[in-house]
């Protein structure tokens, strides 16, 4: 990956932070999208400016995102590489928000990596171009509490699934990294969780940055990290009688785990 391009949305902390770090430890440079200019200016600063460009705007802003991948090119000289991970969630019984709130979570999680995977088509190597679409392992089974977030991942599974065939013919990889729980400011109130997604075994954003590099390395359709937990979920999604059964068990074992992980976070704040 020497010299080779890529844009990070969401660049700025959690995962896509480690992803920018993993890509240009390796020799390549990154492009880094978020809202917050200041904080992608101490990533630049962290990474070094030959390896690293700000590129600040809020992927709902669909114009700018369909513009980036032309300036992007443009600064760097190539694109070779996207990785659509800038992500929303509003937690809650779809009831609870307001409608735009969760059409929101569509734009951001779903309509945003569309709108930018396309443009990028125009801009991208080809062959050997590749984009990775960070998704959730809460798109391959439905989470109650998290309807919107789930469907707009699953939307996102789908995606890009259908055009990494669509672009095949061209030599350009689409594929998709599924995480369980990640111990990121994204998770926020742990309280708010639902019980269920912290039965999953709490990873790093350093462990989903290596499967994201991975994925591009080994042109990967999609990686679910833990793997284990993305084999249970296949299993709840295709067998829901399945999924009834053990969603009691597993809903205590993550309240467990919750208690845990909230104390262990009061003990590192004390
Ligand atoms: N953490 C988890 O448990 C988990 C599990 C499965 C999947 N994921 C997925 O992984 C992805 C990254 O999550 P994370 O845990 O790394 O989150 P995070 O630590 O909260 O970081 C989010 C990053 O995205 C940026 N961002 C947020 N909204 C944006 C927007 N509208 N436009 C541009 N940038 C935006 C933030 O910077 P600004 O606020 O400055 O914009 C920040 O750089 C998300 O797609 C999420 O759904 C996370």
């Not at 789908?158 to 995480?179: K, N, T, W």
Request: net charge positive; proline share 6%; with cysteine.
């Amino acid at each position: 990956m020497q010299g080779k391009v890529a844009i990070v949305t969401g660049a700025s902390a959690g995962i896509g932070l480690a992803v920018a770090k993993a890509w240009t430890a390796r020799g390549g440079k990154v492009a880094l999208v978020a809202r917050t200019a200041s904080k992608l200016e101490d990533v630049v600063r962290e990474i070094g400016k030959d390896a690293a460009a700000a590129f600040p705007l809020d992927v709902q802003d669909l114009r700018a995102l369909a513009a980036l991948p032309g300036r992007v090119k443009e600064h760097f000289g190539r694109l070779d590489v996207v990785v659509n991970n800038a992500g929303l969630n509003h937690r809650g019984p779809v009831d609870r928000h307001d409608p735009l709130l969760l059409a929101d979570i569509v734009t951001t999680n779903l309509t945003a990596p569309i709108v930018l995977t396309r443009a990028a088509l125009d801009h991208l190597s080809s062959p050997g171009g590749s984009i990775v679409q960070v998704a959730s392992i809460a798109g391959m089974a439905p989470i109650p509490g998290e309807a919107t977030y789930s469907a707009s991942k699953a939307g996102l599974r789908a995606f890009a699934r259908a055009a990494g065939y669509d672009v095949e013919p061209r030599g350009i990889h689409v594929g998709c990294v599924c995480p369980g729980p990640v111990d990121t400011g994204f998770l926020g109130d742990l309280q708010e969780v639902p019980d269920i997604v912290l039965s999953q075994p709490m990873i790093t954003a350093d462990d989903v940055a290596h499967a994201v590099l991975t994925c591009i390395d080994e042109r990967v359709d999609e990686i679910a990290i833990p793997a284990r937990s993305g084999r249970l979920a296949t299993m709840a999604y295709l067998a829901p009688s399945f999924a009834q059964r053990i969603r009691p068990v597993l809903e205590k074992r993550g309240a467990k785990n919750k208690e845990r992980l909230i104390a262990a976070r009061r003990r590192s704040m004390s």
